[in-house]
């Protein structure tokens, strides 16, 4: 981060620039209100002037440490199945790729709740996940092609399930993506699905009508299982900085958001609103994506993404 490299400048020496280091703390994305309590923490240092670089990282590294979750999030499966894993956000941030990581991730995952960030619920099924091999157990995913919005999205989605190799609910364009998701769910019931992800299309955050035809897939699922879904995941695009806290205060408002995928951190986003949305909405976020590649996606981890951070 640059606004390290100028603080270590000021610390050989000169007086701190507050204003300069006000400006990096928010071009990292960290937003308004963690820059003043950060600034604050530091000023209220006594002499401060002689303090290291090291204890001013420690200092960022502290206060950003005290708003993220200690325990790492997980995902649980439902008791009953499926688990529905319900995927939103605006245009382009990376919603379809990010499904079809999840899909491969949960697919492929052999229940080391700890390693992996999946915690089977009940004592038996850990055992059972324990005698499981990896491909005779393996969960099976389902995916929800629920965005018949946009040209070519079915299709798009199509090529990563068959690439994946698991199935997909399918609809007709212009069709009602509630309607889709309820039939989704009653296939993923009568196949013992284990995780039913549905990929819904791009919307901004502005637009209220739009945002009701998600509380109308929420609805529709609900139905089915008052509990489902389980997971409403908001993928946000970390290059688009800012934005990203007012696009997850409105998807929150209307749908209850239980965690974010954060997409796109091998760009030219800092990353630092996974702090700003943490602190001021309280949701967390659970997974990570660094590029177009299918593994280049993994669980949120706290320690790592500060150390990169700061
Ligand atoms: N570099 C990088 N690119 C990504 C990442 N995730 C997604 N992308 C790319 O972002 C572009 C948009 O991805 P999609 O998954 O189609 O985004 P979407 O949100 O489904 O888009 P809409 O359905 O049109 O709203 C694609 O070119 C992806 O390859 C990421 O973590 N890093
Ligand atoms: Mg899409």
Redo the contacts with the bound molecule.
């Keep these: 981060m640059k606004f390290l490299e100028s603080l270590a400048q000021q610390f050989a020496g000169k007086p701190i620039d507050w204003d300069e280091l006000e400006e990096g703390l928010i071009r990292a994305d960290l937003g308004v209100p963690i820059t003043t309590r950060i600034i604050k923490t530091l000023q209220e240092r006594e002499a401060w002037s002689v303090l290291g670089i090291g204890d001013a990282i420690k200092a960022v590294r502290d206060e950003i440490a005290q708003i993220l979750p200690i325990e790492p999030t997980l995902i649980r499966q439902a008791k009953g199945k499926p688990t529905v894993i319900l995927?939103v956000?605006?245009?382009?941030?990376?919603?379809?790729?990010?499904?079809?990581?999840l899909a491969r991730y949960l697919g492929s995952a052999r229940f080391q709740p700890a390693v992996r960030g999946i915690l089977p619920r009940t004592r038996s099924a850990r055992q059972d996940a324990e005698r499981c091999t990896k491909d005779a157990c393996a969960p099976r995913v389902m995916l929800a092609a629920a965005?018949t919005f946009?040209a070519a999205?079915i299709e798009?989605?199509g090529v990563w399930a068959e690439r994946l190799g698991v199935e997909m609910i399918r609809g007709q364009y212009g069709a009602d993506p509630a309607a889709l998701c309820y039939e989704a769910y009653q296939t993923a019931v009568k196949h013992e699905i284990d995780w039913l992800l549905c990929?819904?299309?791009?919307?901004q955050h502005t637009k209220t009508n739009l945002m009701a035809e998600l509380q109308k897939v929420k609805r529709a699922l609900g139905k089915l299982d008052p509990n489902a879904p389980q997971e409403t995941l908001l993928?946000v695009?970390?290059t688009t900085g800012g934005n990203a806290l007012s696009q997850a205060r409105e998807f929150h408002n209307a749908l209850g958001l239980t965690g974010l995928i954060?997409?796109?951190?091998?760009?030219s986003g800092k990353g630092g609103i996974v702090v700003a949305i943490q602190d001021e909405l309280g949701i967390p976020t659970r997974f990570?994506?660094?590029?177009?590649n299918i593994d280049?996606?993994a669980p949120f981890d706290r320690q790592k993404y500060i150390e990169n951070l700061v």
Excluded: H, M, W, Y
């Design positions: 995927i956000g605006v245009n382009g941030t990376g919603k379809t790729t990010s499904t079809a990581k965005d946009r999205a798009q989605l990929d819904t299309a791009g919307r993928v695009d970390a954060v997409t796109k951190l091998d760009g990570v994506g660094t590029g177009e280049d996606f």
